[in-house]
């Protein structure tokens, strides 16, 4: 195993340590329990966005806390749901009188830890609404969830309601935004290599030097079929294919494509996917109106792609536009 690493042990924290010296324009740190907040929460009259899961998907999902995007982000350790005392204390820093929203993505433990602590926040006067992300088309059940996995709408959905919530939209308008926006999107991913979980030295499945995996989740989670690798071409159709045809995806849709790196892809490669995809959607008269092209959900250093459509309307199209500004994602503003 070869990392940048002090202690398997420390690396949550000290990753936390390096955001706090990074962006202390855009975000405050607290430890034990340890989450992430925008600098200037709780800002009142507004909703809060509040979302969480393991580490090791960065920037997911500390990296999108700030204007315009999400208040506050609970790292749990790698690959391992953050715990209910993490989320109520991020709740309540981020509460600023208009109620806050939970974003949660569709593995077993992030949910009943998000529901738990939403419990307790109401319990203590909090309105709290939550969303839960299923946009994974690749399996129904998974070792992690039941019923489909939330991988990339998740990103979207942060952005997307981050924009309304600086509308200053009130919290069930927030809530239903978030419904529409998983459920008018699409995801599937695939693997090239496996990743290394530090605590545990080694691989975390097999994959042979001329293999890869369709449909893998990002905490390595099996897929669909395990092949011999194929061209860039035939991958992305591998993995369009189902994308459009699950919503299903219609001609004279507009849509977002989200093209992203597992974490060890470079853009290059990034690139082409995102031009085969281009092809394959015009192709069945779908047009591509906005994309995000990058690593912002990942899985460690793993080498692979995912790829997300999102049907866009007037509405989601302006508030995907609007400005955003996090250590991960920032513009117009």
């Given at each position: 195993m070869k990392k940048l690493i002090n202690k398997a042990e420390d690396l949550v924290k000290e990753e936390l340590q390096g955001?706090?010296?990074a962006h202390p324009d855009l975000v405050k740190v607290h430890y034990d329990p340890n989450y992430i907040i925008r600098a200037d929460a709780p800002v009142k009259g507004k909703v809060a966005t509040v979302s969480g899961g393991g580490s090791g998907h960065e920037p997911m999902h500390g990296g999108f806390v700030g204007f315009g995007m999400l208040d506050a982000a609970c790292p749990g350790a790698v690959f391992t749901s953050p715990t209910p005392d993490q989320m109520l204390e991020a709740t309540k820093a981020v509460n600023g009188g208009a109620g806050v929203l939970h974003i949660v993505k569709n593995y077993t433990g992030d949910i009943l830890n998000f529901e738990m602590a939403a419990d307790l926040a109401r319990s203590e006067g909090i309105e709290v609404e939550a969303?839960?992300?299923?946009?994974?088309?690749?399996?129904?059940?998974?070792?992690?969830?039941?019923?489909?996995r939330g991988v990339g709408v998740t990103v979207l959905a942060e952005k997307l309601c981050g924009a309304a919530a600086e509308e200053?939209?009130?919290l069930k308008a927030v809530a239903d935004l978030a419904r529409k926006v998983n459920a008018h999107g699409r995801s599937m991913g695939m693997a090239l290599t496996s990743c290394i979980v530090p605590a545990a030295g080694k691989p975390t499945f097999d994959l042979g030097d001329d293999e890869m995996e369709i449909g893998i989740g990002i905490h390595g989670e099996?897929?669909?079929t395990r092949m011999k690798l194929k061209t860039a071409a035939e991958i992305v159709a591998l993995l369009a294919q189902p994308v459009l045809d699950d919503?299903?995806?219609?001609?004279g849709d507009q849509v977002l494509a989200f093209v992203n790196g597992m974490g060890g892809t470079p853009l290059i490669e990034l690139y082409v996917v995102y031009n085969e995809l281009v092809k394959i959607c015009a192709g069945r008269g779908v047009k591509i109106t906005r994309n995000l092209i990058g690593s912002y959900i990942t899985s460690l250093e793993m080498a692979g792609t995912s790829i997300t459509l999102l049907r866009?309307?007037?509405?989601l199209t302006k508030l995907w536009d609007a400005p955003v500004k996090t250590p991960g994602l920032r513009w117009g503003a």
């Open positions: 955001i706090a010296a969303v839960v992300t299923n946009d994974d088309v690749a399996v129904q059940d998974s070792l992690y969830t039941a019923g489909r200053r939209r009130p099996p897929g669909r919503l299903p995806f219609k001609t866009l309307d007037d509405d």
